[in-house]
Nanobody
Framework: QVQLVESGGGLVQPGDSLRLSCSASGRAFGSRAMGWFRQAPEKEREFVAAINWGGTTTYYAGSVKGRFTISRDNAKNTIALLMNSLKPEDTAVYYC????????????????????WGQGAQVTVSS
């Protein structure tokens, strides 16, 4: 059974920091790519950040680059998203995702690459 479980969401003020974690079990952690996506109310799901298996290559959406950092710890089967300088527009449900596919049809930033998803963690940035 493959499971991804997010934790660390919450309510913070603009400018604050928050760290999301995703604990993976089963095949998910042998995955080629793992990433974070988010979905705000009445908006499409969007890419946030992704990382390769070795943790040597990372990808970020333009809106979070320089503020968010994705990392993974293969020994602990976890990935994390450190979010600094949070803004109200970062408010969304954040989803952890894993891809066990080695297809080159989709990039790391495309949600069609990912075949396992967590249940989501709410992040609310508000004063």
């Amino acid at each position: 059974q493959v499971q991804l479980v997010e934790s660390g969401g919450g309510l913070v003020q603009p400018g604050d920091s928050l760290r999301l974690s995703c604990s993976a079990s089963g095949r998910a952690f042998g995955s080629r790519a793992m990433g974070w996506f988010r979905q705000a109310p009445e908006k499409e799901r969007e890419f946030v950040a992704a990382i390769n298996w070795g943790g040597t290559t990372t990808y970020y959406a333009g809106s979070v680059k320089g503020r968010f950092t994705i990392s993974r710890d293969n020994a602990k089967n976890t990935i994390a998203l450190l979010m600094n300088s949070l803004k109200p527009e970062d408010t969304a449900v954040y989803y952890c995702a894993a891809s066990t596919s080695y297809t080159t049809k989709y990039s790391f930033t495309d949600d069609r690459l990912y075949d396992y998803w967590g249940q989501g963690a709410q992040v609310t940035v508000s004063s």
